[in-house]
């Protein structure tokens, strides 16, 4: 998830507001201190601009 962040040239705080989401639980959830619900993941990906299948690959 970070890596496509920073790949769109966003900050943390730009996806947790495009996603509607609060800064802090969207950093819980990239520093995977946090498991999203599926509808979080499909915010999150439409905020960042990427497929679901980019945002949750591992590396």
Known sequence: MRAARIQAGLTQEAVALRA????????????GHASP????????ADAID???ADL????
């Open 50 to 52: 990427v497929p679901l």
């Open 56 to 59: 949750v690959r591992e590396e």
């Open 37 to 44: 619900l599926l509808d979080t993941l499909f915010r999150l």
């Open 20 to 31: 509607g989401l609060n800064y802090g639980h969207y950093n819980r959830i990239e520093q």
